[in-house]
């Protein structure tokens, strides 16, 4: 019994589909890696980022002097620390 050419012809690009999918699964095994270790980084930031915001707001908030009140050059916010439009630098 012989198979006709078009089926053999499936068969080989089916086999050859499912190699090339294979090998870039493989080759990417890298970039998977570094994709969970850059979710777990940054996970870790996240809950350390809740807990100062947490331990910010349970302490009272600090109030400073506007520093643009006299100074050197009118201060931080002055005249010389502005652009063209006003903006602060």
Do not use: C, N
């Not at 100062?52 to 050059?73: D, I, K």
């Amino acid at each position: 019994m012989t198979l006709p050419l078009f089926v053999i012809i499936i068969a080989v690009a089916m086999l050859g589909v499912l190699a090339g999918g294979m090998a870039s699964w493989v080759r990417q095994g890298k970039w998977r890696r570094a994709a969970r270790q850059h979710e777990a980084d940054a996970k870790r930031a996240r809950s350390q980022l809740a807990d100062l915001r947490a331990q910010g707001a349970r302490e009272p908030q600090q109030r400073y002097p506007a520093l643009a009140q006299g100074g050197v050059a009118g201060g931080i916010y002055g005249a010389a620390w502005r652009d063209k439009q006003g903006a602060a630098l």
